[in-house]
């Protein structure tokens, strides 16, 4: 089948998906466009900041749209194409983007509180506290998975005498530089932003000159440093990352990669095409694997039914997402009528990517060994990430660009996909720490606010380096030893998100059963696969007690042990309320305020009085 007919009708899809269903949930829940919003309302300066709908978008976008999209549907392609095609797509309109509109709706409805503080509202201060530790755990998870495959995509590649093969190397080492450079780039521009008040066309000119600059150094000055270099550099961005005020660093940042985002999938998009035209869009993985290579898979544990849909994640529906919605998207949101394109639509756009990952992987598979290791035979590809970017820069040189500038441009993209959320996944979970030990279930609770060894333990600086420690730790397992367990555990997260806001429906008077589907298929697929984790690690294990094995595997089956029991606790704690508890008992919260908030409202109302006056008068 060709490559062009499937992102056409995939796209038609999403889009009325978006049109249609999105709409009318967001009719259905009710969205009051002259509502102030918590970031309004609750402005402080640090994570309640009101930005611009595009500003917003950009964030959840580039936060949510991570490894997931592209490594996820690329590794289960195993099972064949059109399955991981037709969960992404019905995955993504029915259960992604409704789990991710969902949560932001709900935590904009409540003052902006993070998932874990709708749980205590709607479930109880031991599901917070249970939910907690479960957020915290798996955003580890996150961690070391997301910092594995970019520092591999990253690191440099060996020859044959041991040296560094800098042809080879090349072009990691530009993505990893200009990604390092991003950084400092992203922070000029947000001040520039916010000093000149930048809007329009002058702040996306300004934003383009801030993507060149760092890119066009890269590509000159490359860093040449192994995984674990790159693990260590990577470190420390994620600890400047989570300290920094949102509008510091990650909202500018975010800003800046969603431009690198639509460019790539603008260049994903017309370089199949160039492809097509030149006749080698035809896909040539298999359309559905044969009974033969299925029963093949199953013997080494691969089952179609969990692993297909824990592996895609974010390509479909992912619970990491609503850590996002709920824990920074919702501080940001300025208007009510932004929260259906920044919940629901960024949610279509990655189903989309995802597509994309999967047509350009069904074109290159005929391009890949035979051996099933994912890595191309001229040895230009290994992981995920770089098949995808090989397959696009392959496209791109067929349009005209250079085949060097290509693949940088690529790599440096797919990398950028990862890092941001990687950034926003130890925000969430330094968070996520802190708000465990939280005495108060207030949005706006401080460490500062609390006292004795519980402000130690919620202090930024012990919440960012106790999250680091265990997620840096588990990285040097390798990303496909973390991506099941991963997988499973994120998807669980799903359905306990799923489970909140169907409670938190029932609650408000709203209509909540097109969640009762998905709650009760997610549960089912993810407590299979961490069973089937649990199996695994413990096998393997108890095949050899060696340092590495049990450093690696043994962590992993400790983690996986205390994700199945806090999610089975959740999950029942959740089911509970939400058959017991009444209709309409527990209505929207009254909006609070701050003090910066309520000047800022004023000063508005007084800007609005004088210009009406000045109207009037003339």
């Known amino acids: ?13 999403l889009i009325i998906g978006y049109l249609g269903y999105g709409r009318w949930l967001a009719k259905s829940w009710g969205v009051d466009s002259k509502a102030l919003t918590p970031a309004v309302r609750m402005e402080d300066g640090k994570d309640f900041s009101p930005a611009q709908r595009f500003s917003v978008f950009a964030h959840q976008f580039s936060s949510i749209c991570g490894a997931g999209p592209v490594t996820g549907t690329i590794v289960a392609m195993m099972f064949g194409w059109l399955p991981v095609l037709l969960w992404v797509l019905v995955g993504g309109i029915f259960f992604g983007a409704v789990h991710d509109f969902g949560a932001l709706y709900a935590s904009v409805k409540n003052n902006g509180k993070s998932l874990g503080q709708l749980i205590e509202k709607y479930i109880g201060r031991t599901g917070r506290h249970l939910f907690l530790a479960f957020s915290w755990l798996f955003c580890c998870i996150v961690i070391a998975a997301f910092v594995s495959m970019v520092a591999g995509t990253f690191a440099t590649t060996a020859a044959a005498d041991g040296s560094v093969d800098f042809a080879k190397s090349y072009a990691g080492g530009c993505a990893g530089t200009i990604s390092i450079l991003l950084t400092f780039s992203a922070i000029f521009f947000g001040w520039a932003c916010r000093k000149w008040d930048l809007k329009g066309v002058a702040k996306f000119l300004f934003a383009l000159a801030c993507i060149a600059v760092p890119f066009a150094l890269g590509m000159v000055f490359p860093i040449y440093l192994n995984a674990t270099g790159w693990i260590a550099v990577v470190t420390l961005y994620l600890i400047l990352a989570s300290a920094m ?50 029963d093949a898979l199953a013997a080494k544990g691969n089952y179609i039914f969990p692993v297909l849909f824990v592996s895609v994640a974010c390509g479909a529906l992912s619970g990491f997402h609503s850590l996002v919605s709920s824990g920074t998207s919702s501080k940001q949101i300025s208007n009510e009528t932004h929260m259906l394109p920044v919940g629901y639509g960024a949610m279509v756009l990655e189903s989309f990517v995802g597509v994309l990952a999967i047509v350009t992987a069904g074109i290159m598979f005929g391009d890949m060994n035979t051996a099933g290791t994912g890595a191309l035979n001229a040895g230009t590809a290994s992981t995920p990430f770089q098949i995808f970017a090989a397959g696009v820069a392959r496209g791109m040189e067929l349009m005209g660009f250079n085949a060097t500038f290509a693949t940088v441009f690529m790599t440096m993209n797919v990398s950028a996909l990862a890092l941001t959320s990687v950034d926003a996944v130890a925000r969430i979970g330094r968070t996520s720490w802190q708000e465990f030990f939280y005495e108060t279930n207030d949005a706006a609770s401080r460490s500062s606010e609390q006292s004795g060894a519980r402000k130690v333990v919620t202090n930024t600086a012990f919440s960012i380096a106790v999250t680091l420690v265990l997620g840096i730790a588990l990285c040097f397992g390798g990303y496909l030893n973390i991506w099941p367990l991963f997988g499973a555990s994120n998807q669980l997260l799903g359905g306990m998100t799923m489970i909140t806001l169907a409670v938190f429906c029932k609650c408000t008077g709203r209509k909540g059963w097109m969640l009762y589907v998905p709650v009760a298929f997610l549960l089912a697929c993810t407590f299979t696969s961490l069973g089937m984790s649990i199996y695994s690690c413990w096998t393997a294990v108890a095949a050899d007690q060696s340092f590495a094995v049990i450093a690696t595997k043994g962590l992993q089956l400790v983690i996986a042990i205390l994700i199945v029991v806090l999610g089975v606790i959740v999950a029942y704690n959740c089911l509970k309320e939400l058959f017991t508890k009444k209709p309409g008992s527990i209505p929207d919260e009254e909006p609070e305020w701050s003090e910066l908030g309520r000047k800022h409202v004023e000063e508005s109302k007084r800007d609005v009085a004088v210009d009406t006056k000045t109207e009037v008068t003339a």
């Open 1 to 13: 089948m060709n490559g062009i007919t499937i992102i056409l009708i995939s796209a038609v899809v």
């Open 245 to 294: 005020p949102i509008q510091t660093l990650k909202t500018p940042r975010d800003f800046l990669t969603t431009i690198m985002m639509v460019a790539m999938i603008a260049c994903a998009v017309l370089g199949i095409i160039a492809l097509g035209i030149n006749g080698q869009a035809t896909i040539t993985a298999p359309m559905v694997v044969s009974s033969e290579t299925l």
